[in-house]
């Protein structure tokens, strides 16, 4: 096991990631560009309330934004998720994103595709919080759907 | 005053979960026995549809059903034809709100609500608003939800007919002066709907003595079944309103030209097979919240109230949304720690409470807040379990929270 695997089944240091995703969130707050794609994310749980922006172009994620009222898991995960996402053509997104929701209903997934969302393995034991940890990631993938259907 | 712990031993949940703190009872109660055996005997002795059935089952059927009226009747000191019986509170809110709205509210009318009020509450009335052309406005209210009613005369006008407000506030456990009100408003022909929907089962309701035209509440939030809304309502009013569902059970003649002839209240307002089980399960609920005693019921839980806001208002990261409120749920926010996060760590301990905006959307421009933890208490509840949540409570922190689910 190499030493990132170690830190990645070890949960003081998945808290201190989560913990850390969650107070200062990466590509937190929304940019004023026409051009990017929006979703807010306020209907399927009563309580978190998010919008995402994607910048993509030529079948690539160049940017992903976020920002809106949400707990710990949905705050945490969209901030990895932006960290994973940037840079990756369409196709690789989309395998990211399935192994991420196959992973969160505890079915078969590449740890090594998640990287840091790995942190998020044990979210199904409350099914309640399920929501929470795909919200970010289901508005992305509405996102892609969209983009591709644009072009398509 | 009745032994809670006797009490206790009434409820299958309870037993049945014996170490699980229930503090979500705003969202729904626990049953006794009682209100199971009576649903479990109509099921297994008389079950029978009711109404012009010429056999025992169904006689004994129909007169289960309209006992229930009577009990309700006796609870909230009504006439037994005014109880209608609905599928829950905002059935009959949405009837309340429907009824006026075609024959009461004109153009130019303006309606009284709250911004503390519960979506079935509002969204009918502003559904109702767009398609008939009255107003809605806002009664003031102060930080934890109560309204005033020297403030509330200075809104009213002669456009305003109808008010319509919750006598306890779901979210802060405001309590309403609703008999205040009715005068106020009856002085100037207003009529006033009550969603009595935190109040029943918690307090004593004296309908004819608060002098309200509509109280509305639900079965579930007062030791009785799901799926019935209980209506109470003025007679004269009721005769005069049209139901919002027609269809068997409530019309006496119909003829091919379309004409028909409704049944009287509180009939006509209870299309279909109704929930037959459900109504006479709330019998059971009705005379065993009363055989305890609803004032007792009260001044116990003002009692656990009031320990519970001494064991947490001390607390440094707690920030309390309604302190001086006598009764209802203590909601609260833990700092630094989203609502949800905070439930699912209490729920990790065995705490059930409820995190969000309990329903009431626009509440946060009083309080300052888009959602609170609530925890809602009920009669069944002790001192123990409050100072066990209160211990669970000194446990979170930002860390504890994240532990839950890593």
């Known amino acids: 096991m190499s030493r990132t695997d170690e830190l990645l089944n070890d949960p003081v240091f998945l808290r201190e990631l989560v913990m850390d995703h969650y107070k200062y969130p990466h590509h937190h707050g929304l940019i004023d560009r026409k051009d990017l794609l929006s979703r807010h994310m306020a209907s399927d749980s009563c309580i978190d309330d998010i919008t995402v922006q994607a910048d993509i172009k030529d079948g ?29 053509t369409l196709e690789e997104a989309r395998d990211i994103i399935s192994n991420y929701l196959e992973m969160i209903e505890n079915r078969e997934y590449d740890p090594d595709k998640l990287e840091e969302a790995v942190a998020f393995k044990n979210v199904y034991k409350q099914a309640n919080r399920i929501k929470c940890a795909t919200i970010g990631w289901k508005a992305m993938q509405e996102m892609i759907d969209e983009s591709e259907n644009r072009n398509g | 005053m009745f032994d809670v712990n006797e009490v206790r031993k009434d409820f299958p949940m309870i037993m049945n979960h014996p170490d699980m703190i229930y503090f979500d009872n705003g969202a729904t109660t626990y049953k006794p026995h009682c209100v199971l055996d009576a649903m479990m005997e109509y099921y297994t002795c008389y079950n029978s549809n009711i109404e012009r059935g010429d056999y025992d089952t169904a006689i004994r059927a129909d007169k289960a059903y309209a006992h ?8 909230v000191n009504c006439e037994t034809k005014e109880v209608v019986f609905l599928a829950n509170v905002t059935a009959a809110l949405n009837q309340v709100a429907y009824g006026l709205a075609k024959d009461h509210l004109k153009e130019g009318d303006t309606v009284l609500l709250s911004e503390a009020e519960h979506a079935s509450n509002l969204l009918p009335w502003f559904s109702l608003s767009k398609q008939k052309g009255f107003r809605i406005h806002y009664i003031p209210l102060d930080q934890q939800a109560n309204a005033d009613p020297e403030a509330l005369e200075r809104c009213l006008d002669d456009s305003v007919k109808v008010i319509s407000l919750a006598y306890v506030s779901n979210v802060l456990g405001s309590v309403q002066p609703i008999k205040e009100i009715c005068r106020i408003a009856h002085e100037r022909n207003i009529l006033v709907c009550v969603d009595g929907a935190q109040a029943i089962g918690h307090r004593k309701i004296d309908f004819k003595d608060l002098d309200a035209d509509f109280f509305c509440f639900s079965s579930h939030k007062m030791c009785g079944p799901d799926g019935v809304g209980v209506l109470i309502g003025k007679y004269p009013l009721l005769q005069e309103m049209d139901p919002l569902l027609l269809g068997g059970g409530m019309n006496a003649r119909f003829y091919a030209d379309g004409s028909y002839i409704l049944k009287d209240a509180p009939e006509k307002f209870e299309a279909g097979t109704p929930n037959i089980e ?4 709330l019998s059971a609920a009705c005379e065993y919240l009363m055989s305890l005693g609803m004032d007792q019921i009260h001044a116990y839980e ?3 109230r009031s320990h519970f806001i001494d064991q947490i208002k001390d607390l440094d990261q707690i920030i309390l949304y309604n302190p001086d409120n006598l009764s209802g749920p203590v909601t609260f926010n833990v700092k630094d720690i989203f609502a949800q996060d905070v439930a699912g760590y209490l729920a990790s301990k065995g705490i059930a409470v409820r995190s969000g905006n ?3 959307k626009i509440l946060h421009e009083i309080i300052g807040t888009d959602q609170s933890v609530r925890a809602s208490l009920y009669f069944y509840n002790t001192k123990e379990e409050i100072d066990r949540f209160v211990e669970a409570l000194k446990g979170l922190s930002l ?7 890593i």
């Open chain 2, 399 to 405: 860390e504890s929270a994240i532990d839950v689910f």
């Open chain 2, 278 to 281: 459900g109504v006479i399960g």
């Open chain 2, 302 to 304: 003002k009692e656990l």
């Open chain 2, 358 to 360: 309990h329903c009431a």
């Open chain 2, 68 to 75: 229930t009226r009577e009990s309700v009747a006796k609870l």
């Open chain 1, 60 to 88: 690539l994620i160049k940017d992903v934004r976020f920002d809106g009222v949400a707990c710990t898991i949905s705050t945490a995960s969209t901030s990895m998720m932006s960290d994973l996402l940037i840079g990756k």
